[in-house]
């Protein structure tokens, strides 16, 4: 699948990518320009200049004062994106005006609405609180992924790639090995996957950070809210510790596993990660540990699609595949998607 | 720690689609948010009778009778 829906929110940067600077970076193939006024809300205009479409985050443009230097004739824009001064004359033409995109700033990310800014509900943004909750410590990052967003959608929800792809970091052969649960909440446009391994081995991933080692229960509890935010509920504990009947959880360790997946281009993804912990909150170490390994297993499956993005670019459209039981998550996302695809071509109708 | 997330193993929700790997077993049980019931063993065809709704969807009551519970894909709609 190639393109991607409009009128949805995507996550265009972690909230601390963003201070008093020019920012800029391509979502949905339209280029972005952010920065954080001296109020401290950020804006998100069109990194364009209306006069000759030079960059307005490429220097010698430059921020003054809230207003933002174009750096080639020095048109100046303010930051709700109207003209404030043209060069050479003190007529502004009616037409210069900064696109700008709706924004929202939420869980310590950026949120930009990409299509008609008559249609962003901000209510619709689906939530994750761990990453700025103070009873979660988080490691996060961003890699850049050359191969279409839809691909990355793919290896998330069917994770019994991690025992062949991710051995030696998260994956172990209880894996791939047992079944899961798929269930799709259409009216909502939520995709859950759940495998549950009651007696597992513990991967290096989990070993080192939570200390158990020899077997555990591990359960896999994924929520996909197409068409960017996928979160994984990953639940570590000793074999045989299941949750309280009051939902209380003493002998589990919980890893919050956060990606949102934002198309760049047709064929390029920004691939932003997450790891949200509720123990050893103050532990450096730790951190600097989970950091490291998911990073590596990210950047393990960024190198796998951007294979296969040039294998697939590469051959004719309608080329065949082969599902099977473990693709069932993937394929329920893939008809989400299609969905919002389809409403997002659709005059009047979005979902 | 913090408490363990409600049991996400059923989800509320009138429109919920529902698909269990049969333990021991390579077969798919789906299950349509109207209760009909039907086991697979492709996906794919899985998906094309759960979305075909109500197309082929009877309660499981009246399932046992047809023979549409508990088989596999052979004469599934794939309209």
Known sequence: MTGFPRDQWYVAAYSSEIGPE????????????????????????????????????????????????????????????????????????????????????????????????????????????????????????????????????????????????????????EVAATPITTEVDDEAGVVHVSRHMADAECPPFYAKSTGLHGRISRWQDIEYTPPCLYKLHSRIAPVGSVPNADGSDPDAFHVEVVYAITPETEHSTHDFWAVARDFALDDQDVSAFLAENNRTVVLQDVAALNVLERVIAGEPEGYQELSINIDTGGLAARRLLRRQLDASRTPGVAS | MNPAPANRSVHPGDRVYRVHWVLGTDRLRAVCHCSAEREFEDPVQLWEWLLSHPDGHVAPQSTSDSGATGTPERGVRTA
């Open chain 1, 22 to 173: 020019l920012f800029s970076r391509t979502i949905c193939a339209e280029p972005i320009l952010f920065w954080r006024t001296r109020s401290g809300q950020v804006t998100a205009m069109s990194d364009r200049c209306v006069h000759r479409r030079f960059p307005l985050s490429q220097a010698p443009s430059r921020l003054v004062d809230d207003q933002v230097i174009c750096g080639y004739h020095g048109f100046t824009y303010g930051a709700d994106g109207g003209c404030t001064a043209v060069p050479g004359q003190t007529r502004i033409p009616r037409t210069a005006r900064l696109r700008r995109y709706p924004l929202v700033e939420q869980d310590s990310l950026v949120w930009v609405f990409i299509g008609d800014p008559a249609r962003a509900d901000a209510a619709r943004i689906p939530r994750a609180p761990y990453l700025d909750s103070p009873d979660y410590t988080t490691v996060a990052g961003m890699e850049p992924l050359a191969a279409r967003f839809s691909l990355l959608v793919d290896n998330l929800l069917d994770l019994s790639h991690e025992t062949y792809l991710h051995g030696g970091y998260i994956g172990t052969p």
